[in-house]
T-cell receptor, first 116, second 119 residues
Framework: DTGVSQDPRHKITKRGQNVTFRCDPI?????LYWYRQTLGQGPEFLTY????????KSRLLSDRFSAERPKGSFSTLEIQRTEQGDSAMYLC??????????????FGQGTRLTVV | AQTVTQSQPEMSVQEAETVTLSCTYD???????LFWYKQPPSRQMILVIR??????QNATENRFSVNFQKAAKSFSLKISDSQLGDTAMYFC????????????????FGKGTKLSVKP
């Protein structure tokens, strides 16, 4: 296990279609985060999991966005009825999630979504 | 709400020279963490350096060091002996402390500074 893995790396979809992205965190990392990064901006936090529990989801951009981490290992981010404004890089990160000093997040290479 | 501001969209430096990237932030918290992340072209973001707000000593990691001014809410990154491999986007980020089961833990990023190291 060499790091956080995201699949696919690139996705082109037509407006109105649903898309799902997968993230495999570093083994034994309990925390998993999803961010969105648009051109010229820093990553924007969307949601995160502690094991299988989704502890923060109020930042998800709309009810078209949902995320799961069913067994506390990999996670999926789904966008329903995609819009052109959803075009962005979607980043996943993980961290050990233990102790009060769990401050380093390890990022994947991201999934670049283009909605046409 | 916390905000992070990076006022330099782009910077360039000659190889082997020193460059300083600026970052300011706004928060009412007394304890927090600050980070600089590096995002090379088409590669994943990696942590460069981390500073804990309750520590007055500035963090250093080899050629990378920070100037943390808590009262001024300033957190600049100095890169010494710049190398071609330092070419990347650099993001300043803020985080509240993590607590087990709590909701803090997400990073708040600035817009980034694109650094080009020229041979």
């Amino acid at each position: 296990d060499t790091g956080v893995s995201q699949d696919p790396r690139h996705k082109i979809t037509k407006r109105g279609q649903n898309v799902t992205f997968r993230c495999d965190p570093i083994s034994e990392h309990n925390r998993l985060y999803w961010y969105r990064q648009t051109l010229g901006q820093g990553p924007e936090f969307l949601t995160y999991f502690q094991n299988e529990a989704q502890l923060e989801k109020s930042r998800l951009l709309s009810d078209r966005f949902s995320a799961e981490r069913p067994k506390g290992s990999f996670s999926t981010l789904e966008i329903q009825r995609t819009e052109q404004g959803d075009s962005a890089m979607y980043l996943c990160a993980s961290s050990p999630g233990t102790g009060n000093l769990d401050t380093e997040a390890f990022f994947g290479q991201g999934t670049r979504l283009t909605v046409v | 709400a916390q905000t992070v501001t990076q006022s330099q969209p782009e910077m360039s430096v000659q190889e082997a020279e020193t460059v300083t990237l600026s970052c300011t932030y706004d928060t009412s918290e007394s304890n927090y963490y600050l980070f600089w992340y590096k995002q090379p072209p088409s590669r994943q973001m990696i942590l460069v350096i981390r500073q804990e707000a309750y520590k007055q000593q500035n963090a250093t990691e080899n050629r990378f060091s920070v100037n943390f001014q808590k009262a001024a809410k300033s957190f600049s990154l100095k890169i010494s002996d710049s190398q071609l491999g330092d070419t990347a986007m650099y993001f300043c980020a803020f985080m509240k402390p993590n607590f087990i089961g709590g909701s803090q833990g997400n990073l708040i990023f600035g817009k980034g500074t694109k650094l080009s190291v020229k041979p």
